[in-house]
């Protein structure tokens, strides 16, 4: 079973731009998580929100959380070549953690 | 450690053999994940370890996969008689408590592929 599912599955977008990804889960959770992965390695950790948080910023990154809608996305502003990466949510809905298929974003140069 | 760290960075390996992909948690996290994540697809949860608790394995795709935590620490996740849809990388991760509740940390895994 899938903790959270991305959407769009890619984002194409011009540097400088905005970008907003999505992650519906189906389940009560306490906290959600978004990932970044670069070239197909290991995920780097960006950013937690709780439950009875329903924003947070972190640099250009700024995470939504709505558990009426069990769901939440992640804008990043002004966006970079270097923000090119796919992006993943997970939340603590279970006891282990499983991702989506998560969102390819690409940034032109 | 500084991070989670996984061996072999790559491994070709030939179809048949059987393989053995080692990772290296960051010390004192209880939690252990392994993925598996082919080509341009998402991550496949395999198997996770939490404490001294008995492994949640109902993400092994096979009976050809296994995987075993020893001492609370380094984990290793074999596969038996491997086939070219094996081919994938194949990543760690470990947090300091269970499921999503703190933050993961991921290796840079290992790149099995199978010919």
């Known amino acids: 079973s899938q903790q959270g599912e991305e959407d769009p599955q890619a984002l194409s977008i011009q540097e400088g731009e905005n970008a907003t990804m999505n992650c519906s889960y189906k389940?009560?959770?306490?906290?959600l998580q978004w990932y970044r992965q670069n070239s197909g390695r290991g995920l780097v950790h960006l950013i937690l929100i709780r439950s009875n948080e329903r924003e947070k910023h972190s640099g250009r990154l700024r995470v939504t959380l709505d558990t009426s809608k069990k769901s939440s996305s992640l804008l990043i502003t002004a966006s970079r070549a270097a923000d090119t990466a796919s992006y993943f949510c997970?939340?603590?809905?279970?006891?282990?953690?499983?991702f989506g298929a998560g969102t390819r974003l690409t940034v032109k140069p | 450690g500084a991070g989670v760290s996984q061996s072999p960075s790559n491994k070709v390996t030939e179809k048949g053999k059987d393989v053995e992909l080692r990772c290296d948690p960051i010390s004192g996290h209880t939690a252990l994940y392994w993925y598996r994540q082919s080509l341009g697809q998402g991550l496949e949860f395999l198997i996770y370890f939490q404490g001294n608790s008995a492994p949640d394995k109902s993400g092994l795709p096979s009976d050809r996969f296994s995987a075993e935590r020893t001492g609370g620490s380094v984990s290793t996740l074999t596969i038996q008689r491997t086939q070219q849809e094996d081919s994938a990388v194949y990543l760690c991760a470990s947090s300091m408590r269970q499921g999503a509740r703190t933050e993961a940390f991921f290796g840079q895994g290992t790149r099995l592929t199978v010919v």
């Open positions: 389940t009560s959770i306490n906290n």
């Open positions: 997970a939340t603590d809905a279970y006891s282990d953690m499983r």
